[in-house]
Each structure stands twice: as C-alpha cells, then as structure tokens.
C-alpha cells in the first residue's frame, strides 16, 4: 500500500517535479496554502509524512509544523531544501524538522529514509534532536495573564444569557452552525482556532478571492499606465527614453523605474478588509457592528490561545506575508480581543497597511497592563462602528 504524504510548496515547479519522479510509490497530496492544508487534516484524512517543498523554513512554517505536530506527533516532517549550508542543522533544530534532503538527492536514498522514518514513528520511538527541544512561544506577564483568566471567566458567565439568545437568532436567521472558527496566527506565530458567532452566510471563504478587488487596504493586480508602450510619465514629457531601459520577460523594452512601480501595484496587500461585504447575514450584519460576534473568543481567552487586549490574530494567508523582520515584531505581543488598532483606526476606510503595521508594532514594543486597562476602557466607544467593515 502506498504512504500518504502532505506535500506543502512554494514553487508549482517543484510540485511537478516531485510528483513525476514518486507518483507511482507514493500517494501525494499538494497544498500551497496553510489553511488548506489544516482544513484537510481536520477533515480525519489520513497521511504518513508532511514534505515541505520551500526555499526556506520561516517562523509561519515552525508554527505549522508545531500545530501538526501536537495532534500527530508521530508523524516525520522532511524539509526539502535548496542547497546546503550551515545554517540548516539550526533550522532543522528550532522547527522540529525530521530529517533534511537537498535537492538532487537519490529517489531510492529517500525513499529508504521515508519508510524508517515512518515506521519509527508507528513503533512510538522518541524523535531526533530537533524535536526532543521544544518550541518557546513569546510568554505574556504573570499579573496580564491573571488579568485574562479573571475576566474572561467573570465575562462567559454574566454573557450566558446573551449568548444563548444570538445562538437562536444565528441559527434561525440563515443556514449552518451557531459557531464559525477559522485558524488564526497568534503570539510567536502560534497557530490555533479561532472562534466567533457567525456572521456569514456557509461557505463564505470559498468567495473571498472574487471580492478581493474590494479590500480597503489596496487591490492586488493593478497595472501601471504605460506599461505597454514601455515608458513612464517622465519619458514621455521629456519625449526620450530613460537612461535605465531592458528588455522584459516578453522580449519588450521598458524603462526599470516603470517596470519596479508595476511589480509593487502587483503585490498583493498583506491584510484584508471588505466594506459591506454582501456574504454578511441581517443578523451578522448587527452582531458584527455591535462586536457581539467576537465575544467567543473570550474562550480563546481563557484557554491561554489569546489575550484580553493585544495585536489582532491574522489568518494564514495574512501572516504568511508578514515574516520579515520589519512586519514579524507584531507576533512578539500577545494576540488579543481588542487592541491599538481597534480604538484608534479600524472605522476609518482611509487607513493604509503601513499605519496598522506600525500600530502593531508600537504596541509589541510598549505594551503594559495599564496600557491594557487604557485600551479597554477606549473600546467600549469604538463597539458601535459608523462603516460596515
């Protein structure tokens, strides 16, 4: 019978590769998106082994092997990487990699490694190094903590009533579960389920890509005028060509200072915001101005995933933009309900990605339980939201 294996990629090309040179030993299944991948293992599928086919491991892929690693821990997790270099034993060290290939290695050296490596884990053997040394989230202060856990607690008991009362009229407003989680990226990259009462009508995720083009925080896609003809606004007023001028991947002419503006309109913004979004149910609709919809996660709360107040968890496909050592700060701070960004600017269609970056990055480097106390006390005002985001 042929092993399962989770085949996580970057590059499609690698993907073809791989599948041309194992699809007759191996049972290969690809994803390019975390949340896909952690959807289907949801699902109880079963898989033998996870193969990261990536350039390099980041502090998203360490918190994706680590959440499949809780669940399965005796499942191998093999990184195939690029080159060689010594560095990768670290990498290998601090994510909790298996074993490591590089790149043009022999079918039959891998395909020995995967079976001992797979029957280890079913004979319940205890793991190489990397995995023996866990990984250290960003730990929050005793006295933030004590504060959650008290006020959480206190919160999901005086809520009840409430709660069950938006439980019937979710449930009697639109078809689907009283709950909806989606995996969120916390504190340290931390991967966990995210819980709300739900707002949209079912399976509003699969719509998102046709409503990108409405994200407040910029469309990906966008083309420069005069890409086509090759000149920007300066050469033609100055009725000549630029002094940096190449040939594109078509063979064309065009000036670099064009051709680098079209690939920045191109990048696809790292957080996403849709105003009136039309997969809002009438219920959602008032328990997402209200905030009501958020207040399940006062249980993420209370089982440590989350804090009171802190920087927004993301979704995958948010945090998995966010690995640079300029946008990474944010995940030093704990993950919270409510937080900077939310009293100051989330109401405001005019705020840019760099200005809720540099809240979340202001508060990763300031953050304090009286600072918290402020928070809080700002966000009672900012519930009631004047834009339907």
């Known amino acids: 019978m042929k092993k399962s294996l989770l085949l996580f990629y970057s590059n499609p090309a690698d993907v073809q590769k791989f599948e041309g040179v194992f699809e007759k030993d191996l049972l290969i299944n690809s994803f390019n998106a975390p949340f896909n991948l952690l959807s289907w293992i949801e699902e109880g599928n079963h898989f033998d082994a996870v193969i990261l086919a990536i350039e390099k491991v980041s502090s998203l892929e360490i918190g994706l092997i680590k959440t499949i690693k809780e669940k399965h821990p005796e499942v191998p997790v093999i990184w195939l990487a690029a080159q060689n270099s010594n560095s990768l034993a670290l990498i290998q060290q601090k994510a909790g990699i298996d074993e490591i290939f590089i790149k043009g290695f022999e079918k039959e050296d891998f395909l020995i490694r995967l079976n001992y490596l797979i029957k280890r884990g079913e004979l319940g053997e205890a793991s190489i190094k990397g995995q023996q040394e866990e990984i250290v989230y960003p730990k929050i202060s005793i006295g933030k903590r004590l504060f959650d856990v008290v006020f959480s607690l206190g919160a999901l008991t005086a809520l009840l009533p409430l709660f069950l009362i938006v439980a019937l009229l979710v449930k009697i407003g639109s078809k689907g579960p009283v709950f909806y989680y989606s995996y969120r990226v916390g504190t340290g990259y931390r991967i966990f389920k995210f819980w709300k009462f739900r707002s949209m009508r079912q399976h509003a995720d699969s719509q998102l890509g046709l409503l990108k083009n409405q994200n407040q925080y910029g469309s990906g896609g966008k083309q420069t005028a005069g890409l086509e003809n090759g000149r920007c606004a300066e050469c033609i007023a100055s009725g000549q060509n630029c002094s940096s001028m190449f040939y594109d991947a078509?063979?064309?002419?065009?000036?670099?200072?064009?051709?680098?503006?079209?690939?920045?309109?191109?990048?696809?913004?790292?957080?996403?915001?849709?105003?009136?979004?039309?997969?809002?149910?009438?219920?959602?609709?008032?328990?997402?101005?209200?905030?009501?919809?958020?207040?399940?996660q006062l249980y993420n709360v209370l089982i440590g995933d989350m804090s009171i107040v802190g920087n927004r968890p993301l979704p995958l496909y948010e945090a998995e933009k966010l690995t640079t050592d300029q946008f990474s700060k944010r995940f030093i701070a704990p993950a919270g309900i409510t937080g900077l960004w939310q009293v100051t600017k989330r109401s405001k269609g005019d705020m840019s990605e760099a200005e809720r970056i540099e809240l979340d990055n202001d508060y990763a480097n300031n953050y304090s339980l009286k600072r918290d106390i402020q928070i809080i006390l700002k966000t009672f005002p900012a519930l009631f939201q004047k834009e339907n985001v």
């Open 250 to 296: 078509k063979g064309n002419m065009i000036c670099e200072k064009l051709y680098i503006q079209a690939r920045k309109n191109r990048t696809e913004p790292a957080f996403l915001k849709i105003k009136d979004d039309p997969r809002i149910t009438r219920i959602g609709q008032f328990i997402r101005n209200t905030s009501i919809d958020e207040l399940p």
